[in-house]
């Protein structure tokens, strides 16, 4: 039952951070973006993306940690799961070296790549990548700590730590921008915030799970297992990064910083739409991993791809009919004149990438069958092409081209190729699933078009007139949402949190 209660805490905490996180920018973002300007938010998201391309000499193993670990757990062997912690704390401490290294050879040869920036934007890149770095070869060791945590289920402590992140995170940043510290003073705020969550991680695991990195009689044969398992998972962030960081690198050299900075923006919604089907599905994944470990039937493992499928598909589907509605307006109002763009590329990237998020429950079983060769090679193939095609579409079509270009690729690859694999490979009913999803659809379908005949008719002006208009389009989908898309399991799951509050207020009244 406690277990129980972690999953249900966990899964209510992570959406009310994400809820928080996607109000906060209201404010945030339109701030942040005054202060730095496209050029500095434009090098700002471009050394973002140098930073992403040098974590890849994590050669993969991040995602094995969650599965060690819980593997250890369900055998009941604390010695042995402590002894797997030591083994990734010295790997991760090997590599922050190698980061460390890689960081400073790529920081001192940026001219090489980046020779057409003026040398006030070169030297502040510079610097971003250079504090980027010590960031990353820091904190990266502790990272272990965290996945300690999730994998013994707790997830209230887990998430909540994530919820102060969200918190705190833009305030320090504000702060930072009100002080004249502009770029740079968004990386120092970031090291501050990773150095205090991850000193949290570290006191939970080792004074409150009692679980701390062992390093004798340690069996390092096990390195030649986690670097076999971590290969394709290696393949398969190399794939990621290039297909999601190239564009905005290629787009700075090619274009400039301000193109980039308009990218950015429109994929941002992209990263939106990704953290809420991860909030659901990251507190599952440790159950996943022992359903597999324990042979769960095909029938079995549907049901568990239908049901977050189907959930995440609530949230994604309202989202999606939202953003097409209204998203070209929030632009407006949100980040300002320079930015039309941006609601193109949102749209472009974003509806390819909801069809793997609502099936994301399979990418982790794919991974704890150790199956994901398959996918990451395609990934791989997927995200050359890619790269290839974005080369020759950048300098004649721009940033357009190049959402054009991401969009056709995704919808090859992760979606028609993948569905064909979770049917036949991974034992997945993706007919039943998808037939699911299709009754789902008629409500967020009709509210799109009512939604487009209502802005044709009644154009919004103001922030106020955007501010209502989107209040009553949330309220009136929740009741078809109700009623037409849920079926009891997912209704229970909407009104028995709402039942608890109003039971315990009349109880706390009938005491008075």
């Known amino acids: 039952m406690a ?31 005054s202060k730095l300007g496209q050029g500095q938010y434009g090098l700002f998201t471009t050394a973002q993306s140098v930073l992403a391309m040098l974590a890849l000499l994590n050669f993969g193993i991040g995602g094995t940690i969650t599965r060690y670990v819980t593997r250890a757990i369900a055998l009941g062997d604390k010695e042995a799961e402590e002894k797997i912690v030591g083994v990734f704390f010295t790997i991760y401490s090997v590599i922050s070296a190698l980061i460390l290294t890689v960081g400073c050879i790529v920081a001192f040869n940026l001219r090489i790549w980046y020779g057409d920036l003026s040398d006030a934007d070169f030297q502040t890149f510079q610097l971003l990548v250079f504090l980027m770095v010590a960031n990353t070869v820091i904190t990266l ?23 102060l992140t969200s918190v705190f995170s833009p305030a320090l940043n504000l702060a930072m921008l009100f002080m004249g510290f502009a770029s740079v003073g968004l990386v120092l705020a970031n090291t501050i915030i990773s150095f205090i969550s991850y000193a949290l991680y570290v006191f939970y695991s080792i ?3 009692k679980i701390k990195p062992r390093f004798k009689g340690i069996d390092w044969s096990i390195l030649k297992e986690i670097f076999a398992f971590s290969a394709f998972m290696f393949l398969g962030e190399i794939s990621n990064l290039l297909y999601w960081q190239t564009d905005k ?29 991860i909030a659901l599905i990251s507190v599952l994944v440790p159950r996943i991993m022992k359903m597999v470990t324990l042979q769960a039937s095909k029938k079995e493992l549907t049901d568990v791809f239908v049901k977050t499928g189907r959930l995440q598909f609530i949230i994604l589907g309202f989202l999606l009919s939202a953003f097409l509605v209204l998203g070209r307006q929030f632009i407006g ?63 004649h079509f721009g940033i357009i081209g190049c959402a054009v270009n991401t969009c056709v690729c995704f919808i090859i690859g992760p979606v028609i190729v993948m569905n064909f694999y979770y049917h036949f490979k991974t034992g997945i009913n993706i007919p039943l699933f998808w037939w699911n999803i299709l009754k789902m659809s008629f409500v967020p379908a009709i509210f799109t078009v009512l939604g487009f005949i209502y802005t044709e008719h009644f154009p919004i002006n103001s922030l106020w007139e955007f501010l209502g208009v989107a209040c009553l389009y949330t309220a009136a989908f929740i009741f078809p949402c109700y009623f037409l898309m849920m079926n009891r399991y997912e209704k229970d799951i909407f009104k028995n949190p709402i039942v608890g509050i109003i039971l315990k207020l009349k109880a706390k009244i009938k005491k008075a």
């Not at 966990?10 to 973002?29: D, E, H, K």
């Not at 472009?348 to 099936?359: D, G, R, T, Y």
């Open 207 to 209: 004074k409150v799970l």
């Open 141 to 163: 060791p502790f990272s272990v700590f965290s996945c300690i945590s999730v994998s013994h289920e707790r997830f209230i402590f887990n998430k909540g730590v994530n919820l």
């Open 249 to 277: 690198l290629m787009l700075t050299s090619m274009v400039g910083p301000e193109a980039t900075a308009v990218y950015n923006i429109g994929a941002t919604f992209n990263t939106y739409m990704q953290n809420f089907s």
């Open 333 to 395: 109002f949100w980040a300002g004149a320079g930015y039309e763009d941006a609601y193109i590329i949102a749209l472009l990237v974003m509806i390819p990438v909801c069809i793997p998020l609502i099936q994301s429950a399979g990418l982790q079983m794919v991974v704890a069958q150790n199956k994901h060769r398959f996918r990451a090679i395609m990934f791989a193939a997927i995200s050359v092409l890619h790269v290839v095609a974005a080369f020759f579409i950048i300098p």
């Open 3 to 33: 277990k129980v209660n972690q999953l249900k805490a966990g899964a209510f905490i992570s959406y009310f951070q994400l809820a928080l996180s996607n109000i906060i920018p209201l404010i945030y973002t339109p701030i942040m973006l």
